[in-house]
């Protein structure tokens, strides 16, 4: 398996500028997570989905982020419109429900930088 | 409710041992984690615990786990270069909370 896949890798846009970043998680996994990651507030779950219904939507930060997984094997996380603090890693991860321990794989993540 | 802390910064000499520590607030957890993020890429895990184990080894890796006080541990002995990254512990009752992460810094 290619492991969880995540496009772009790299993505410069100016502000007020729509933004959708894509994520293919691992065939079989039925949840899907989204997280952000800056150097100031560390490691923040967004959301999470399973079976592609949203779960937990309460880290989302407000109404610009919106999230939707239309089925199994792809997710996209956009942001409308970016400001410059959206400035940050995200990565999306994905686990298998029932697994032993429920280890979370991540992609690569794609980082995003709001002019 | 869950929170997980972890100091920011560790700096070890080469050859020496490190030592992570983390402590949690949700005594139901089920299991708690280490995960490593190296430069430019994802968290992977390292290694795990079931809340009713003490410690575990392996191989260089170490954890232990006091449930009284709600702390965990992960011990890299002979650090090498290759294990500079960052290191997050991580607990897991309904689903994984995350501390801020740890950045390993090896001197020479």
């Known amino acids: 398996d290619a492991g969880v896949i995540q496009s772009p890798r790299h993505e410069v846009t100016e502000m007020g500028q729509e933004v959708t970043l894509r994520c293919k998680p691992i065939?079989?996994?039925?949840?899907l997570f989204w997280y952000r990651q800056t150097m100031m507030r560390g490691l923040e779950l967004l959301i999470y989905f399973n079976n592609n219904v949203p779960i937990d939507d309460s880290g989302m930060p407000e109404d610009r982020f919106s999230a939707k997984m239309p089925n199994a094997s792809f997710s996209t996380l956009k942001i409308q419109p970016s400001e410059p603090r959206d400035s940050a890693v995200y990565f999306c991860a994905s686990s298998e429900q029932g697994a032993r321990y429920n280890e979370q794989f991540f992609g690569p993540g794609t980082r995003l930088t709001v002019l | 409710g869950e929170d997980v802390e972890q100091s920011l910064f560790l700096s070890v000499r080469e050859g020496d041992s490190s030592v992570i520590n983390c402590t949690y607030t949700d005594s139901s957890s089920t299991y708690l984690y280490w995960y490593k993020q190296e430069p430019g890429a994802g968290l992977q895990l390292l290694t795990y615990?079931?809340?009713?184990?003490d410690m575990k080894q392996d191989q260089r890796l170490t954890v232990l786990l006091n449930k009284k006080d709600k702390h965990l541990s992960l011990r890299i002995a002979d650090t090498q270069t290759g294990d500079s990254a960052i290191y997050f512990c991580?607990?897991?009752?309904?689903?994984?909370?995350f501390g801020k992460g740890t950045r390993l810094h090896i001197l020479p």
């Open positions: 065939s079989g996994h039925d949840y």
């Open positions: 615990i079931f809340s009713n184990m």
């Open positions: 991580a607990e897991r009752e309904d689903k994984i909370i």
